[in-house]
């Protein structure tokens, strides 16, 4: 069965700090697709990244940077330099690559950078 | 603006009652899904829908139930058989299931479900 694991239930931190949140998956199959969501106060969950199983180059985009190790199977998140806006919960999720997309989601990480 | 519309953002239910939770979609999607949400955990599928007039269920199911009569519309309704139906729950909809299912989930704003 398929499972993620978001160790790291609260982070706070002050701003422009450097944070990054964890992420652990465990899957049986060899293709499979890794997304990171970022839910505000709102409620909405905005798609942040997408990775599948093949591709384990890391990926920076702007502040924000993403660590894909298939070997830990891990998949962090790493925000530099934070802001007050960073503020959210974060959800990392896990499909398989075959079939209908069900998603699982991590319990979540809600991440407060403090002024 | 493309986007999902879920309504109404607050809803309270009394005991033996149903009700109906309103998601729209105007992204021209084909795949539609129904999560719920408690707080401190991650999201659950309850429901998802591939095409029209076509749906399976999800982790969840039980004491829901939903209906896919128009592309655009996935509306869910939380039964009098479900005893714990307070929680947040989010539509999503995606480009297609079948064959893509790296493509990202679009979601709404979200229903807040309490008991009165």
């Known amino acids: 069965a398929q499972k993620v694991t978001q160790a790291q239930t609260e982070i706070s931190v002050v701003e422009k700090e450097d944070v990054t949140l964890d992420c652990v998956y465990e899957?049986?199959?060899?293709?499979?697709?890794l997304f990171w969501y970022k839910q505000p106060p709102s409620g909405e969950l905005v798609f942040l990244i997408r990775?599948?199983?093949?591709?384990?180059q890391n990926e920076i985009s702007g502040r924000y940077s993403w660590n894909f190790q298939k070997s830990t199977s891990s998949f962090n998140f790493t925000i530099t330099a934070s802001q007050v806006v960073d503020s959210a919960v974060y959800f990392c999720?896990?499909?398989?690559?075959?079939?209908?997309?069900?998603?699982?989601f991590g319990q979540g990480t809600r991440l407060t950078i403090n002024p | 603006d493309g986007g999902i519309t879920q309504s109404p953002k607050y809803l309270f239910r009394k005991e033996g009652q149903n009700v109906t939770l309103s998601c729209e979609q105007n992204?021209?999607?084909?795949?539609m899904y129904w999560y719920r949400q408690d707080p401190g955990q991650g999201l659950r599928l309850i429901y998802y829908?591939?095409?029209?007039?076509?749906?399976q269920k999800g982790d969840i199911a039980e004491g829901y139930s939903v209906s896919r009569e128009k592309k655009e519309s996935f509306p869910l309704t939380v039964t009098s058989a479900q005893k714990n139906p307070t929680a947040f729950y989010l539509c999503?909809?995606?480009?297609?299931?079948?064959?893509?299912?790296?493509?990202?989930?679009?979601f709404g704003d979200g229903t807040r479900l309490s008991i009165l």
């Open positions: 999503a909809s995606s480009v297609s299931i079948t064959g893509r299912v790296d493509q990202p989930q679009h």
């Open positions: 899957t049986r199959d060899t293709t499979y697709y």
């Open positions: 990775r599948n199983s093949f591709d384990e």
């Open positions: 999720a896990l499909s398989e690559g075959q079939g209908a997309q069900k998603l699982v």
């Open positions: 992204l021209n999607h084909d795949a």
């Open positions: 829908s591939q095409i029209v007039n076509d749906f």
